[in-house]
């Protein structure tokens, strides 16, 4: 239910941006800041399951889009997000086990900023896309699945000057679960942003 929602968020946003203004102005953005993946439930060819969970990691995102006089913005963005295992539980035992998980990302997004003629502009924002999901296991080695992906964002900006604007915002990403040769991984990540946007 949830990803139709989103779907239908998405596409409403890029239906106003084909009726918009007929000015736009291009921008261009990047953003960094922190990851926290949620604890991924996995299960394993034999049917052990797991749970994963990790340590706070990094993501780095850029995008080139158009912004829109009635507050419509869209875009296509590159996104990355790296964090490494913290530990795991399983029904063979519990303990630690060195590796990481992460994901590139290919989105296209949507925003509504509320009031985009302002020098404080709170924003909120959609995308769909796919990404690709790998997890470097010490116990597994390493493996990769290409899976659809989903994002919300929620968010204010603050302008610099007529060009240039700081954006603090929160996402939410989920993609589809990771469907590895050995195993199954669960991948949500909640991520606190800081970025440029400058426009043209």
């Known amino acids: 239910m949830k ?8 596409l409403t ?13 291009p921008y261009v953005s990047g953003n960094v800041g922190a990851v926290w ?4 439930d996995t299960k394993d060819d034999f049917g052990d399951e797991a749970e994963i969970s990790f340590d706070t990691g990094f993501g780095i995102t850029a995008a080139i889009g158009n912004a829109y006089e009635n507050g419509l913005r ?19 035992g519990s303990g630690s086990n060195n590796g990481d998980i992460s994901t590139i990302s290919l989105m296209v997004n949507g925003y509504y900023d ?5 020098t404080i502009c709170p924003f909120i924002g959609a995308g769909i896309g796919y990404a690709n999901v790998e997890g470097d296991f010490d116990e597994l080695g390493s493996e990769d699945d290409n899976v659809f992906a ?3 964002a929620v968010g ?28 199954e ?16």
């Open 114 to 118: 509320f009031m985009p003629k302002e």
């Open 156 to 183: 204010v900006a603050f302008v610099i000057n007529p060009q240039t604007k700081i954006d603090v915002q929160y996402r939410y990403f989920d993609t589809d679960d990771g469907d590895f040769d050995d195993l």
């Open 3 to 10: 990803k139709q929602f989103l779907f239908l968020l998405a």
């Open 37 to 40: 993946v949620e604890d991924s």
């Open 13 to 25: 946003m890029f239906i106003g941006l084909g009726v918009s203004d007929a000015f736009a102005a």
């Open 185 to 200: 991984v669960e991948y949500g990540t909640h991520n606190a942003m800081l970025g440029v946007r400058y426009s043209f």
């Open 150 to 152: 989903y994002q919300v």
């Open 74 to 92: 869209g875009e296509v963005e590159f996104g990355y997000r790296t964090s490494d295992v913290d530990d795991f539980d399983s029904d063979l």
